[in-house]
């Protein structure tokens, strides 16, 4: 993991470690780097609540001077709330994607960073799942945060 991907994982994990969610919600955060995985069960019980992994590069337009490469960094970001005696399970669900969105995509001012396109932030994917024991609502969005790069240096990717 270079430098820029690790200092805007590190912005996107204070920014979310900042936001109190409620006390139904189990507010950890896991950095993985260098991949995308699923948690598994273990994991989920223990309340593993967000992970945040380098997604890639691709080309993007020429500039003056030298070509760009955009690389995009996928936030996979897990979430985990437990489920309160006769709550929609579907409505909790969807209310704690919202929340995840608003809190990584509502205010980017966290990303200090020049390089990073704010314009270019997208919610890749949303899924509401129920633990197996029926007991939590796990709540997955994959966002996307692209930032440039010149050819130039390799080594600041």
Excluded: W
Excluded at 63 to 79: D, F, K, T, Y
Aim: glycine letters at 8%; one cysteine or more; aromatic letters at 6%.
């Amino acid at each position: 993991m270079k430098a820029r991907t690790r200092s805007i994982i590190e912005s996107v994990t204070t920014k979310l470690a900042s936001v109190t969610p409620g006390q139904n919600y189990v507010n950890t955060i896991a950095k993985i780097e260098g991949g995308r995985r699923n948690f598994d069960t273990n994991e989920m019980e223990k309340g593993v609540c967000v992970c945040v992994a380098y997604g890639g590069t691709a080309l993007g337009s020429k500039a003056p001077g030298a070509p760009q490469q955009i690389s995009e960094l996928g936030l996979v970001i897990e979430a985990h709330k437990y489920k309160t005696a006769g709550a929609d399970v579907q409505a909790e669900g969807l209310d704690l994607l919202a929340d995840i969105e608003k809190a990584v995509l509502g205010d980017t001012s966290y990303l200090k960073q020049t390089y990073v396109m704010r314009q270019g932030m997208l919610n890749e994917s949303e899924e509401v799942q129920i633990s197996e024991d029926g007991n939590a609502i796990v709540a997955t969005s994959v966002i996307t945060i692209p930032f440039i790069k010149q050819y130039a240096n390799p080594h600041e990717e």
